[in-house]
């Protein structure tokens, strides 16, 4: 049985969510045009590829990930992640991430609900053809709860984007938000 197709979710989805399940407040983050995006961040997140490859080429260094929520229900997986380096234990992304699991095969699906890799990694490495499909660009002030998981409080501005990734037949598998921090 294959995942649902998705009813319009908020721009903001699944991250949002996890606000909510905490109390917090959210902040609406400024939409940016992708020509609006500075560099270095442009380079890291205005392109159609993975984050994981992305982020561990421009760094020079794998990455690990530390999983702060995750939850399942019925074939949706979501968890609000931090990426790191490996070496230098640095936070180089925050974000949320909801994976539709069971339009991807079973040992791809216990990789993923492991949570000890990105999905960026896992899928790769499983050789899973698919996309990534930006749908939009944002700046945000770093809150409280942003503060504390990427460990940063001088950053006056995050940088980020909305994005899915696709299988090679369209079909979403997963809605993702993923912002950087001061780089």
């Not at 721009?11 to 902040?27: D, E, T």
């Not at 609000?80 to 974000?95: A, D, F, N, P, T």
Request: proline share 9%.
């Amino acid at each position: 049985m294959e995942c649902p197709t998705p009813v319009k979710q908020d721009f903001w989805f699944p991250l949002k969510q996890f606000y909510q399940r905490r109390s917090l407040a959210w902040v609406e983050p400024e939409p940016l045009a992708p020509d609006a995006v500075p560099e270095p961040y442009h380079q890291l997140l205005v392109h159609q590829k993975d984050m994981t490859p992305t982020l561990s080429a421009h760094y020079g260094d794998d990455i690990l990930i530390t999983v702060h929520h995750q939850q399942r229900v019925g074939n949706h997986y979501s968890r609000e992640v931090v990426l790191k380096l490996k070496h230098s234990q640095r936070k180089i992304e925050w974000g949320g991430i909801q994976i539709c699991l069971n339009a991807l095969p079973e040992p791809t699906q216990r990789l993923i609900t492991k949570a000890q890799l990105p999905l960026g990694f896992i899928l790769n490495d499983q050789k899973v053809p698919h996309r990534s499909r930006p749908l939009g660009f944002f700046r945000m002030h770093p809150d409280a709860h942003i503060q504390k998981v990427l460990g940063t409080s001088d950053a006056p501005w995050l940088y980020g984007r909305r994005n899915q990734l696709l299988l090679a037949d369209e079909r979403v598998i997963a809605e993702i938000v993923e912002i950087l921090p001061s780089c």
